[in-house]
């Protein structure tokens, strides 16, 4: 893929339908609100502006997924009733789906795991802190917990440290150690949406029947370890006594000895008792921290009892989903056209009409592109100053102090290309539907004849799915253009209405994922698409033109004769009126079709 293609893949709708075709599920893009209602993920419209930034979003698409693809929902209707049990399998639950998702399609781990690395970037996730709720406290114990012990988050420990500490001061640390005991053994067996229900409730369980510590206990644990610590400057009073006399005998007998000498000595030992002193106050000191730290009695169940009675639904990917929407709400240039639903045609008897008026076109223009393919293919030979093969001809030129008489072949081209042809089918078609069905099959017979083309095809709108302005698949890439005109039993020109734009973004989807390197959009038309969406078909061809992606607009019928009008939305435009005028018109652009630019 080159450089030019990849900007329009960019493109928010493209990305979120092509991860929606691998993963099975409906993907769409618009408005400035991101929701679920199922069966379809809706992403808020803006600009992606860099591949962490597009990463991301395939991790939140992915994650959202996940939630479908794994039936989340099953479990639902158990956890409505108490909030701090539905966030407590939430929190389950995310590590579950996210964790069977990888196992599906590996690529998603790093998608995901990007949303929490640009978070904290960005500082929009802070870490928890002693004045958050208690409830909010062991959500982010258990948050953390899952994320950077079962799904291998290793750049989120700083937020599970203090999630401990924090936790620990809160709730004590008996509790915590109950609390990890269990997370260590069950989390391994979350594999279901009711395992995660049933952790759910051991938890909140263990929480709600949690007690701690009588402070008498502790009280009288530190009276009785300072009974100890009493008794034991006594001893070391005796012990000094002792070594007093015997420094003082030592005084009386080194009286005579140089002074130097006796300086060294008390030197020293005031060194070691003065470590021995400072190892002894940090000692104290530690002890003391760790009985302020620890919380009362009273505080344990003060915390505890707001902890489940908490009535605030806690999910962290919401707040990554109100940055998308705050990112909506400031692009100024959103699509109205939104990504289509696309349905596949299946072959039936076959226009045996159509095919015998098609095939002496389409053998002509084959012929005529043949002629261009060869001429634009051919291996031009050129002299130059230096090679590996004389050119005998040229050597008069040596004479004249002339060096180009070596040989060299050019670079030699090749075909590459995928071509996408969709037609009108709406109800201002009329009699015009047949010419369009003619020029498609035309089109799609001359460039499959052609090595290295491959041709998809499509119409629009969907009668069927009004409500979604759907496309109708006709053929798919590396389908036998045979089958085209065994699915026409559809096309009749039932649509009401023109969504030139809707359609033109699942051409751009369909060319986007053939991994040929020149992809062509032909749309063949008889009228200007609706108004709402006219708009979003002019930013949509230039978009797709820049990317290095060839447009090319076949107008039919009346609208041939407005060709200034036309031009506005498709730049490189075919005007005819029936099939017999679409070889001497094909002729101007079939350089842009066959080779890349």
Same mark, same amino acid.
Not at 58 to 77: I, Q, R, W
Not at 186 to 208: D, G, M, R, W, Y
Not at 384 to 413: E, M, P, W
């Given at each position: 893929?080159?450089?030019q293609?990849?900007?329009?893949q960019?493109?928010l709708?493209?990305?979120?339908?092509?991860?929606?075709?691998?993963?099975?599920?409906?993907?769409?893009?618009?408005g400035?609100?991101?929701?679920?209602?199922?069966?379809?993920?809706n992403i808020?419209?803006?600009?992606?502006?860099?591949?962490?930034?597009?990463?991301?979003?395939l991790?939140?698409v992915?994650?959202?997924a996940?939630?479908l693809?794994f039936n989340?929902?099953?479990?639902?209707?158990r956890?409505r009733?108490?909030?701090a049990l539905?966030?407590?399998?939430n929190?389950f639950?995310d590590?579950?789906?996210e964790n069977?998702?990888?196992d599906c399609?590996?690529?998603?781990?790093?998608?995901?795991?990007?949303?929490?690395?640009?978070?904290?970037?960005?500082?929009?996730?802070?870490v928890?802190d002693?004045?958050?709720?208690?409830?909010?406290i062991v959500?982010?114990?258990?948050?953390?917990?899952?994320?950077v012990?079962?799904r291998?988050?290793?750049?989120?420990?700083?937020?599970l440290d203090t999630?401990q500490?924090?936790?620990?001061?809160?709730?004590?640390?008996k509790?915590?150690?109950a609390?990890?005991e269990?997370?260590?053994?069950?989390?391994?067996?979350?594999?279901?949406?009711?395992k995660?229900?049933?952790?759910?409730q051991?938890v909140?369980?263990?929480?709600s029947n949690?007690e701690?510590e009588?402070d008498?206990?502790?009280?009288?644990e530190?009276?009785?370890s300072?009974?100890v610590n009493?008794?034991?400057?006594?001893?070391?009073?005796?012990t000094?006594?002792?070594?007093g006399?015997?420094?003082?005998?030592?005084?009386?007998?080194?009286?005579?000895?140089?002074?130097?000498?006796?300086n060294?000595?008390?030197s020293?030992?005031k060194s070691?008792?003065?470590?021995?002193d400072?190892e002894?106050?940090?000692q104290?000191?530690?002890q003391?921290s760790?009985?302020?730290?620890?919380?009362s009695?009273?505080q344990?169940?003060?915390?505890?009892q707001s902890?489940?009675s908490h009535?605030e639904?806690?999910?962290d990917?919401?707040?990554?989903?109100?940055?998308?929407?705050?990112m909506?709400?400031a692009?100024?240039e959103?699509?109205?056209?939104?990504?289509p639903?696309k349905c596949?045609?299946?072959?039936m008897e076959?226009?045996?009409?159509?095919?015998?008026?098609?095939?002496?076109?389409?053998?002509?223009?084959t012929?005529?592109l043949?002629?261009?393919?060869?001429?634009?293919?051919?291996v031009r030979?050129? *002299?130059? $100053?230096?090679?590996?093969r !004389? =050119? #005998?001809?040229k050597?008069?030129?040596?004479?004249?102090?002339?060096?180009?008489i070596?040989?060299?072949?050019g670079?030699?081209r090749?075909?590459?290309?995928?071509v996408?042809?969709?037609?009108?089918?709406?109800?201002?078609m009329?009699a015009?539907?047949?010419?369009?069905?003619?020029?498609?099959l035309?089109?799609?017979?001359?460039l499959?004849r052609?090595?290295g083309?491959?041709?998809?095809?499509?119409?629009?709108?969907?009668p069927?799915?009004r409500?979604?302005?759907g496309?109708?698949?006709?053929?798919?890439e590396?389908?036998?253009?045979?089958?085209l005109a065994?699915?026409?039993?559809?096309?009749?020109?039932?649509?009401?209405c *023109?969504? $030139?734009?809707?359609?033109? !973004? =699942? #051409?751009?989807?369909?060319?986007?994922?053939?991994?040929?390197?020149?992809k062509?959009i032909i749309?063949?038309?008889?009228?200007y698409?609706?108004?709402?969406?006219?708009?979003?078909?002019t930013?949509?061809?230039?978009q797709?033109?820049?990317s290095?992606i060839?447009v090319?607009g076949?107008?039919i019928?009346?609208?041939?004769?407005?060709?200034s009008?036309?031009?506005k939305?498709?730049p490189?435009?075919?005007?005819?009126?029936d099939i017999?005028e679409?070889?001497?018109?094909?002729f101007?652009v079939?350089k842009d079709?066959?080779?890349?630019?």
């Amino acid at each position: 893929m080159n450089n030019q293609t990849k900007l329009i893949q960019n493109s928010l709708p493209l990305i979120a339908a092509g991860l929606g075709d691998k993963l099975g599920i409906r993907v769409t893009v618009s408005g400035n609100q991101a929701w679920t209602d199922g069966e379809t993920i809706n992403i808020p419209d803006f600009n992606i502006t860099s591949k962490e930034q597009k990463d991301a979003v395939l991790g939140y698409v992915s994650h959202e997924a996940a939630h479908l693809k794994f039936n989340t929902f099953s479990a639902m209707d158990r956890v409505r009733s108490n909030v701090a049990l539905k966030n407590y399998w939430n929190i389950f639950e995310d590590m579950r789906i996210e964790n069977a998702m990888i196992d599906c399609m590996v690529g998603t781990r790093t998608w995901i795991n990007q949303i929490w690395i640009n978070r904290q970037k960005e500082g929009n996730r802070p870490v928890i802190d002693c004045s958050a709720p208690p409830a909010r406290i062991v959500e982010e114990l258990l948050l953390m917990t899952c994320r950077v012990k079962y799904r291998g988050q290793a750049h989120l420990q700083p937020y599970l440290d203090t999630a401990q500490d924090v936790f620990c001061f809160t709730f004590g640390y008996k509790l915590y150690v109950a609390l990890a005991e269990l997370m260590q053994r069950e989390l391994p067996n979350v594999t279901s949406s009711e395992k995660a229900f049933e952790l759910a409730q051991k938890v909140h369980e263990l929480i709600s029947n949690h007690e701690p510590e009588d402070d008498q206990n502790s009280a009288n644990e530190s009276d009785s370890s300072n009974e100890v610590n009493d008794t034991k400057p006594e001893e070391s009073n005796e012990t000094s006594s002792k070594d007093g006399s015997d420094s003082s005998q030592g005084e009386g007998q080194n009286d005579s000895e140089p002074s130097n000498g006796g300086n060294d000595r008390p030197s020293n030992d005031k060194s070691e008792s003065d470590f021995q002193d400072s190892e002894d106050d940090k000692q104290s000191n530690s002890q003391h921290s760790e009985q302020t730290t620890q919380p009362s009695q009273e505080q344990i169940k003060a915390a505890i009892q707001s902890a489940i009675s908490h009535s605030e639904e806690f999910d962290d990917m919401a707040d990554f989903a109100n940055n998308l929407e705050k990112m909506a709400n400031a692009n100024t240039e959103k699509f109205q056209a939104r990504m289509p639903v696309k349905c596949k045609v299946n072959s039936m008897e076959q226009l045996v009409n159509l095919e015998s008026v098609v095939d002496a076109t389409s053998s002509q223009i084959t012929a005529k592109l043949q002629a261009i393919v060869e001429q634009e293919l051919r291996v031009r030979r050129k *002299t130059k $100053t230096s090679g590996l093969r !004389l =050119n #005998c001809k040229k050597l008069h030129r040596y004479a004249v102090s002339d060096a180009r008489i070596f040989q060299t072949k050019g670079k030699k081209r090749s075909i590459d290309t995928v071509v996408e042809i969709c037609i009108d089918n709406s109800q201002s078609m009329g009699a015009l539907l047949t010419v369009a069905k003619e020029t498609q099959l035309a089109l799609a017979k001359a460039l499959s004849r052609i090595n290295g083309v491959s041709i998809t095809a499509s119409a629009f709108p969907d009668p069927f799915n009004r409500s979604e302005k759907g496309v109708l698949t006709l053929l798919d890439e590396n389908e036998s253009v045979k089958q085209l005109a065994k699915k026409y039993h559809v096309i009749r020109g039932e649509g009401t209405c *023109t969504p $030139t734009a809707t359609a033109m !973004l =699942n #051409c751009i989807r369909q060319v986007c994922l053939s991994t040929r390197e020149n992809k062509v959009i032909i749309i063949v038309t008889d009228g200007y698409p609706d108004i709402h969406e006219r708009a979003d078909l002019t930013r949509l061809v230039n978009q797709a033109q820049n990317s290095g992606i060839t447009v090319i607009g076949v107008a039919i019928g009346r609208i041939a004769s407005n060709k200034s009008e036309f031009h506005k939305y498709f730049p490189n435009a075919l005007f005819i009126h029936d099939i017999k005028e679409l070889k001497t018109e094909l002729f101007k652009v079939a350089k842009d079709i066959l080779v890349a630019r």
